[in-house]
């Protein structure tokens, strides 16, 4: 789907624990660099290829990948992105997410599930096994950190908002160009109403409240959130009711 010039949000199939749904990376491009935000879940390699040449993008001038956090919903095809296009894709996190990419620390989302390995139903035991499996099967090099306030030359500029509460390194990007908030995790769309992400999906409740606030600082018309898709309605009001707890 067309956000502005240069910028669409893509729409991969994806099965989220057993329930049909859509994941929704965003490619941003221009005349010499082709980015794209999140790579879906493990073997979407395809998917993905198939969605960006049908924006019209050939997958093989990808050159950088953004990665807005580290659970495997995101960070899933990027190994096999870089195995297809080596040497020629550089990867973007924030800095406190590069160690859990890098496979130097435990995934949160892993580390939550180890916490409470006893308790759990089978069902769940086995995803934690693939989870972990994958991980450490699958670490991946970040090339360059990111940090709060930093702009990248692209597409108008788009502004790294280091917004922390769903994972430690979480980030957000904003395009002040076309008042675009590419939101990650942060915020998800559900039946047509913006909301803040479910706290059970969050490692820390109080620093993402407090990430929703920073939100409120940017003009945003439009938030593409990566469960969910598109919201624009009334945008910069509805995110401050969130920040207030509404
Ligand atoms: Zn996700």
Redesign the pocket.
């Known amino acids: 789907m067309k956000i502005a010039n240069g910028i669409y949000m893509l729409e991969i199939s994806a099965n989220i624990l057993g329930t049909p749904s859509v994941i929704n990376p965003t490619l941003i491009w221009d005349n010499d660099t082709v980015i794209l935000i999140d790579t879906g879940f493990p073997g979407q390699l395809p998917l993905i290829r198939e969605a960006i040449e049908k924006v019209g993008v050939s997958f093989a001038k990808l050159n950088m990948v953004i990665l807005t956090h580290q ?1 495997i ?2 960070v899933g095809s990027l190994s096999n992105i870089l195995k297809e296009l080596p040497n020629s894709v550089k990867v973007l996190a924030h800095k406190e997410e590069k160690a859990y990419i890098q496979g130097e620390k435990l995934p949160v989302k892993v580390a939550q599930l180890e916490a409470h390995l006893n308790s759990l139903p089978n069902e769940m035991k086995a995803i934690y096994e693939k989870m972990k499996a994958f991980y450490e099967n699958n670490k991946s090099s970040i090339d360059e950190t990111l940090t709060d306030g930093e702009e990248l030359p692209y597409s108008g500029g788009i502004t790294v908002v280091y917004t922390p509460g769903h994972t430690p390194g979480h980030i957000s990007l904003y395009s002040k160009h076309y008042k675009v908030l590419i939101a990650g ?1 942060i915020l998800q769309v559900q039946g047509g109403a913006l909301i803040q992400a479910p706290q059970t999906s969050n490692f820390d409740t109080n620093s993402s409240m407090e990430s929703l606030k920073k939100i409120t600082q940017y003009d945003i018309e439009t938030v593409i959130c ?2 969910g898709g598109v919201y624009k309605d009334n945008t910069n009001k509805r995110i401050a009711e969130l920040a207030n707890g509404l």
């Open positions: 659970d919903d995101h995790d990566y469960h």
